[in-house]
T-cell receptor, first 116, second 111 residues
Framework: EAGVAQSPRYKIIEKRQSVAFWCNPI?????LYWYQQILGQGPKLLIQ????????DSQLPKDRFSAERLKGVDSTLKIQPAKLEDSAVYLC??????????????FGPGTRLTVL | GNSVTQMEGPVTLSEEAFLTINCTYT??????LFWYVQYPGEGLQLLLK?????DKGSNKGFEATYRKETTSFHLEKGSVQVSDSAVYFC??????????FGKGTMLLVSP
């Protein structure tokens, strides 16, 4: 079974530039998550999708971050414009579906973003 | 809100030593608790979990017991191997599906 795919693996940009990350979840997984992991910290949820609808985006900095999952499969996370403090690893995860019973979240390898 | 506190690393051990990584949590209600592991260059992988008080999660020789009275979920392994070198994250899940992670503890095992 193929895992969660993310690209690119690494990205270096200058502040005020734009950047986009792509995620393809495990086939059949209805729920998709984007996390931000700053060096030395644990992952922090940015946004959660159930199919193509947003379930939770309370911690997404909406003035500069946006995400979409138009067809309920793959997803794109965008930062525009980037700031120095956005330097982090961006993790994508997917699970069968969210709900009262636990469905394991499977994580991709992440995209390491460096903002200069 | 929910929070997870882990011991700071790195934890440096020799092969076959005993491992303990401390994890305590703050949460309302009855969260589920998890340990994730991140090997170099890879994504996070679920190592073990426990969903109610006194449950013991175990996998690959690692164990952790959900202690509600001390709000703890310490990770243990009786004999570590070099291949266990990784970053270990303690996490909790409250009422929804959102995971709250600790900061992670790096484990370095030398031959």
């Amino acid at each position: 079974e193929a895992g969660v795919a993310q690209s690119p693996r690494y990205k270096i940009i200058e502040k005020r530039q734009s950047v986009a990350f792509w995620c393809n979840p495990i086939s059949g997984h209805a729920t998709l998550y984007w996390y931000q992991q700053i060096l030395g910290q644990g992952p922090k949820l940015l946004i959660q999708f159930q199919n193509n609808g947003v379930v939770d985006d309370s911690q997404l900095p909406k003035d500069r971050f946006s995400a979409e999952r138009l067809k309920g499969v793959d997803s794109t996370l965008k930062i525009q414009p980037a700031k120095l403090e956005d330097s982090a690893v961006y993790l994508c995860a997917s699970s069968l579906e969210a709900g009262s019973s636990y469905n394991e979240q499977f994580f991709g390898p992440g995209t390491r973003l460096t903002v200069l | 809100g929910n929070s997870v506190t882990q011991m700071e690393g790195p934890v440096t051990l020799s092969e076959e030593a005993f491992l303990t990584i401390n994890c305590t949590y703050t949460a309302t209600g009855y969260p589920s608790l998890f340990w994730y592991v991140q090997y170099p260059g890879e994504g996070l992988q679920l190592l073990l979990k426990a969903t109610k008080a006194d449950d013991k999660g175990s996998n690959k020789g690692f164990e952790a017991t959900y202690r509600k009275e001390t709000t703890s979920f310490h990770l243990e392994k009786g004999s570590v191997q070099v291949s266990d070198s990784a970053v270990y994250f303690c996490a909790l899940r409250g009422g929804g599906s959102t995971l709250t992670f600790g900061k992670g503890t790096m484990l370095l095992v030398s031959p």
